[in-house]
């Protein structure tokens, strides 16, 4: 299948998301679509598979024009696309999820549809169970679901969007080889949307670089880093570096800190930092950092222990409490537990602001503007939230912050962010740590870590092991002890 977009226009309001951007895709390739958070990546691969409509321009098919008005129309034709964010039911079981697609009658035909599944999962040695509700599986599970059943549909374009973010190492290999042997051995079109350059290097046969909606180049692979980032950014792009500062008096103290879940029990949690400092934590998804930091922040209820925020217990305290004293938390889910759907960035500002009981509109619309022009927000007062890319999105989360914290919580701070808006992030970050506020951030990305850390806290298990300063660390040392073993 031979496909070319010709001349595409996209708008929302006033933003310009796609502005006469063209492409082609042919079989038998992995297509890399290359660009900065909000670049118009999504919304162009949106319109390619039906979830939204272009206001200008063609889709060619085999040279013929097709005007999709569903995704279940674009599939029919052979085009499918996997979200960042998974489209599933998480109530309902993998095998339940992996037949809405194709047997709508009343009375699924299970025993077909579940040796159909199992076919595709041994094929590409998928470790998906039919029978697990999809609430239970990680986001690596869920992408392979969503895989097989775009795959029982019969697409023969493959559109997956940020695939590797949130999933594992080992997940992120079997994506790779899954993705070569569609286009290599079943002759399928892969496009593939990141930001990440390295990923884009080793997967991509060619790309396409998308800047503020249009495209800025398309190269066939390999290309040098440097000519991708400055196609990105139209510059190179560095990220800050962390100066050294005289760190302050003790601000947070936890003592004895016990939390107790479902899979294991956090016992004798201690820690202690100063104004100005910034700990890094590290370990597998779901070894207890989340669950800690969490009830730092007041949203985790915990059996025993107590947390000291300048030598005052908040132990037992509301998440509002300890936000009013001055500790704050970014989650990772941006969206679903930081953000509110529905709500325009303007409208956002009055829940965390002191606010009078009757909101002067018109103040608040001036105060949002100048919130968007300060962080360089790409949107307006109007604009909901949900619309933005994930690097928007985190920049409204920053902006909201009150401007004296104490600690700032962030959980995976860059997580789905191109290299500018990672970098400031960061830049931000370290403003706000100059000014006395400490810094605890979790990450997966061990290099982050080691920048930004002054110390470094590694869970494995449930178990929390004592901070290390980061001078006494090395990138693999910090991977073997979150892998529960040290270095011989």
């Known amino acids: 299948m031979h496909i070319e977009l010709q001349n595409?226009?996209?708008?929302?309001?006033?933003?310009?998301?796609?502005?006469?951007?063209?492409?082609?895709?042919?079989?038998?390739?992995?297509?890399?679509?290359?660009?900065?958070?909000?670049?118009?990546?999504?919304?162009?691969?949106?319109?390619?598979?039906?979830?939204?409509?272009?206001d200008r321009g063609e889709i060619l098919i085999d040279g013929h024009p097709n005007e999709f008005k569903s995704p279940a129309e674009a599939i029919r034709v052979g085009i499918g696309m996997l979200h960042q964010d998974p489209l599933d039911f998480p109530p309902m079981t993998a095998l339940e999820n992996f037949m809405l697609g194709f047997d709508q009658r009343l009375m699924p035909d299970q025993q077909a549809g579940r040796?159909?599944?199992?076919?595709?999962?041994?094929?590409?040695?998928?470790?998906?169970?039919?029978?697990?509700?999809?609430?239970?599986?990680?986001?690596?599970?869920?992408?392979?679901?969503?895989?097989s059943r775009l795959l029982a549909l019969g697409v023969e374009v493959i559109i997956l969007d940020e695939p590797t973010t949130g999933i594992s190492a080992?997940?992120?290999?079997?994506?790779?080889?899954?993705?070569?042997?569609?286009?290599?051995?079943?002759?399928?079109?892969?496009?593939?949307?990141?930001?990440?350059?390295?990923?884009?290097?080793?997967?991509?046969?060619?790309?396409?670089?998308?800047?503020r909606g249009e495209v800025q180049g398309h190269q066939d692979m390999p290309v040098p880093i440097e000519e991708l980032v400055r196609l990105m950014f139209g510059q190179s792009v560095a990220m800050p570096a962390k100066t050294t500062i005289e760190l302050g008096n003790i601000v947070?103290?936890?003592?004895?800190?016990?939390?107790?879940?479902?899979?294991?029990?956090?016992?004798?949690?201690?820690?202690?930092?100063?104004?100005?400092?910034?700990?890094?934590?590290?370990?597998?998804?779901?070894?207890?950092?989340?669950?800690?930091?969490?009830?730092?922040?007041?949203?985790?209820?915990?059996?025993?222990?107590?947390v000291f925020l300048g030598g005052k217990s908040l132990t037992g305290q509301s998440y509002r409490q300890f936000m009013a004293q001055g500790i704050s938390l970014l989650p990772a889910d941006r969206i679903d537990e930081g953000l509110v759907k529905g709500l325009s960035i303007a409208e956002h500002f009055p829940l965390r602001r002191e606010t009078p009981f009757v909101i002067d509109w018109d103040e608040n619309q001036t105060y949002t503007q100048e919130q968007i022009d300060f962080f360089n927000i790409k949107g307006r007062p109007e604009t909901l939230?949900?619309?933005?890319?994930?690097?928007?999105?985190?920049?409204?989360?920053?902006a909201l912050q009150q401007p004296a914290l104490k600690v700032l919580i962030l959980e995976h701070p860059t997580r789905g962010l191109?290299?500018?808006?990672?970098?400031?992030?960061?830049?931000?970050?370290?403003?706000?740590?100059?000014?006395?506020?400490?810094?605890?951030f979790t990450s997966a990305d061990l290099d982050e870590i080691m920048t930004y850390s002054d110390r470094v806290v590694v869970f494995f298990s449930g178990k929390m092991i004592p901070p290390i300063s980061v001078d006494e660390l090395s990138v693999e040392e910090l991977g073997y002890m979150i892998g529960g073993k040290q270095k011989e």
């Open 8 to 54: 595409i226009h996209k708008y929302f309001g006033v933003i310009k998301a796609n502005y006469g951007v063209s492409l082609t895709l042919r079989p038998g390739h992995i297509h890399g679509l290359l660009g900065e958070n909000g670049a118009g990546k999504t919304t162009l691969m949106k319109i390619l598979s039906g979830y939204q409509s272009k």
């Open 115 to 147: 040796q159909q599944m199992l076919e595709l999962a041994e094929r590409f040695n998928f470790s998906v169970d039919p029978d697990t509700p999809v609430e239970y599986l990680t986001v690596g599970e869920r992408q392979q679901l969503e895989i």
């Open 170 to 211: 080992p997940q992120k290999v079997l994506l790779f080889k899954t993705l070569k042997h569609l286009a290599y051995e079943e002759n399928k079109s892969v496009v593939f949307v990141s930001h990440k350059l390295e990923e884009v290097e080793s997967l991509c046969d060619e790309i396409t670089v998308l800047r």
């Open 252 to 306: 947070l103290k936890v003592t004895d800190l016990t939390i107790q879940s479902e899979k294991f029990t956090i016992e004798n949690a201690n820690l202690e930092t100063r104004a100005g400092e910034v700990i890094g934590f590290a370990g597998m998804e779901g070894s207890g950092q989340a669950l800690f930091l969490r009830s730092i922040a007041g949203l985790q209820s915990v059996k025993q222990g107590e």
């Open 385 to 398: 939230v949900d619309s933005l890319s994930g690097g928007n999105q985190q920049r409204v989360l920053l």
């Open 418 to 440: 191109d290299i500018e808006s990672a970098r400031w992030v960061w830049e931000q970050l370290l403003k706000r740590r100059e000014k006395g506020t400490t810094i605890l």
